[in-house]
């Protein structure tokens, strides 16, 4: 079946710009996470949702990310007015259910740079 | 606070030998722990996951991993590297006192399988 997609693959915007990045999970996955991956800081997670719940965000690195999942599926991250710190890959990621025993799969990324 | 360490930033191994990619965890609950591997450009992909039970886990590819509580130590292995295992591997835990599902990472240790 359809694995998750992430659109664009790759983005070039300029420094104070906004962006957004959409994932599509997993068909029937209930819960999806998003996390960014940079040299300097390894694989980061950002956000989390999980059905019809408050999501997670606890590892947004400031008020400038942003992200929404619209009817349980399909999600957007957004980040206002960019900064070159912005650069990195950023991955979506989903899973049948929420819960720690549970596999996320991973979809191929958005690579944004900040000019 | 939980953390994963990886203490190779690479590991080199002949074609035909042995694998073994080294990670270690501190948690303060009772750890989940996956392996995840990533091709360049692409992005992650489950191995395996320990969860509960048998300290050997098995998983893709030929991979397996074993689960010592004592020294808190989750090493994936592999009997007989292949070239086309050279890529990015990543060990990772989630803890089920914390964020549901939210993922850990280690830094991650780079594998090179020469012919």
């Known amino acids: 079946g359809a694995g998750v997609s992430q659109s664009p693959s790759n983005k070039v915007t300029e420094k104070g710009k906004d962006v957004e990045l959409r994932c599509d999970p997993i068909?029937?996955?209930?819960?999806l996470y998003w996390y960014r991956q940079s040299l300097g800081q390894g694989l980061e997670f950002l956000i989390y949702?999980?059905?019809?719940?408050?999501?997670?965000k606890s590892g947004l690195p400031s008020d400038r990310f942003s992200a929404e999942r619209t009817g349980g599926s399909v999600s957007t991250l957004t980040i206002q007015r960019t900064q070159q710190e912005d650069s990195a890959v950023y991955l979506c990621?989903?899973?049948?259910?929420?819960?720690?025993?549970?596999?996320?799969?991973f979809g191929p990324g958005t690579r944004l740079t900040v000019t | 606070a939980q953390s994963v360490a990886q203490p190779e930033d690479q590991v080199n191994v002949a074609e035909g030998n042995p694998l073994t990619v080294k990670c270690t965890y501190s948690?303060?609950?009772?750890?989940?722990l996956f392996w995840y591997v990533q091709y360049p450009n692409r992005g992650l992909q489950f191995l395996l996951k320990?969860?509960?039970?048998?300290?050997l886990v098995k998983g893709s590819y030929g991979f397996e991993a074993e689960f010592n509580k004592s020294q808190t130590s989750f090493h994936l292995k592999k009997p007989s590297a292949l070239v086309s295992d050279s890529a990015l591997y990543f060990c990772?835990?989630?803890?089920?006192?914390?964020?549901?599902?939210?993922?850990?990472f280690g830094a991650g240790t780079q594998v090179v399988v020469t012919p």
């Open positions: 949702f999980q059905g019809n719940s408050a999501p997670d």
């Open positions: 990772a835990v989630s803890v089920i006192t914390d964020s549901w599902g939210k993922l850990q």
């Open positions: 990621a989903s899973s049948l259910v929420s819960g720690g025993a549970n596999e996320q799969y």
């Open positions: 320990y969860i509960t039970g048998d300290n």
């Open positions: 948690v303060s609950g009772n750890p989940y």
């Open positions: 068909s029937g996955h209930t819960a």
